[in-house]
């Protein structure tokens, strides 16, 4: 939740949820008020939590009244959740799986998360396949009867990983008919650790280009990424139209001397709709001031230009990141509540 304080911590004053955010009307420029603000964000092996680290700095070293920290968490899917239960404030965020919550199809079919706001786009979330030299997998197709590693339990990368296996006619879950492929549910750091051990034949790592796990495969263990051909991309695309081709360039990794066809989707920064209008426009701002020095933080943030800041947004815009926009000439997507 977002906790005010007013005034000295002697006077202890605490107006703390969403009917504080309501009422307060100082801006966030009084040093009499204090935000504490949660960033939810994943697995320290991406980029997400690095990044979103990177904001919390930025946040709290710039702007008075702000004390921004940010969470390691399982991704996209614990993040709403944290953002629904007021224990998150900010999140980083997948756009597929955040118009699923806020429209309540799919995973969320009868659930909508209405309290879901964009503030952002980020940067592209790449799917990177890798796959262990010698485990005879050269293509997604040739996962059937191997093992993989497609993500956290409750992870965005873990339904990114149903998804893309279901155009080649695969399966891992239980519950979802006839399983082929043998699954580990666990993090990035852990999946890269089973590559290095032989223990897996498949990791999906989704992340920006470079993200961490990824390149610590590549330095410690015989790994290359696998394309994915552009008739799934196609098939993908028409089941799951947030998913757009990408190309992984050579030189990204160590050893990586072809380029490599992928896809990825939009990452976004969300928020809940009870933030101040104000909070939320002088947040978005300072992100844009600042940009130099989060992408010394991670090269992911070069991608953060004002004139993309809607790209891929997909579900309503909070009112204080759309003014920033519209403020800078960018034309705000009409996106039914």
């Known amino acids: 939740m977002v906790e005010i304080f007013r005034g000295k911590r002697g006077r202890g004053l605490i107006i703390v ?10 801006g966030i ?4 008020t204090e935000y504490r603000i949660n960033v939810a964000t994943a697995t320290t092996g991406g980029v997400y939590y690095p990044l979103g680290n990177a904001f919390a700095q930025v946040w709290t070293k710039n702007l008075s009244g702000v004390r921004a920290s940010a969470q390691a968490t399982a991704g996209t899917p614990q993040n709403i959740q944290l ?3 007021k224990e998150a404030h900010i999140a980083f965020g997948q756009n597929g799986v955040c118009y699923c919550a806020y429209y309540g199809t799919m995973q969320y079919d009868g659930n909508p998360q209405k309290f879901i706001r964009g503030m952002t786009y980020l940067y592209p979330n790449v799917m990177h396949f890798v ?3 010698g485990s005879g997998v050269k293509s997604i197709a040739d996962l059937k009867g191997k093992k993989f590693v497609p993500g956290a339990v409750a992870s965005a990368t873990e339904i990114n990983g149903r998804e893309i296996l279901s155009v080649y006619g695969l399966n891992y879950m239980k519950d979802k008919g006839e399983v082929n492929v043998k699954a ?10 089973l590559i290095k051990n032989n223990q897996t034949d498949v990791s999906l790592i989704a992340g920006g280009i470079p993200t ?6 590549f330095a410690s263990a015989h790994v290359e990424l696998m394309n994915i051909e552009e008739g799934k991309i196609k098939e993908l695309q028409e089941e799951y139209p947030w998913y757009f081709p990408i190309i992984v360039p050579k030189g990204t990794y160590p050893g990586q001397n072809e380029d490599v066809l992928t896809v990825a989707v939009a990452n976004i920064l969300v928020c809940t709709d009870d933030l101040p209008d104000d909070l939320v426009y002088t947040l978005v701002k300072t992100l844009y001031d600042k940009h130099d020095d989060l992408v010394a933080a991670h090269m992911a943030a070069k991608d ?5 800041g809607m790209k891929g947004m997909i579900i309503p815009i909070h009112p204080g990141a759309a003014k920033f926009f519209e403020e800078n000439g960018v034309e705000i997507p009409d996106v039914g509540m």
């Open 17 to 26: 949820g969403l009917i504080a955010g309501l009422v307060l009307v100082t």
């Open 83 to 85: 953002m629904g239960t």
């Open 212 to 217: 961490a796990a990824v390149m610590d495969m």
């Open 304 to 308: 953060m230009k004002i004139g993309d």
């Open 29 to 32: 420029g009084n040093a009499a």
């Open 131 to 133: 796959a262990r030299k």
């Open 184 to 193: 580990d549910f666990v993090g990035y750091n852990e999946a890269a650790d």
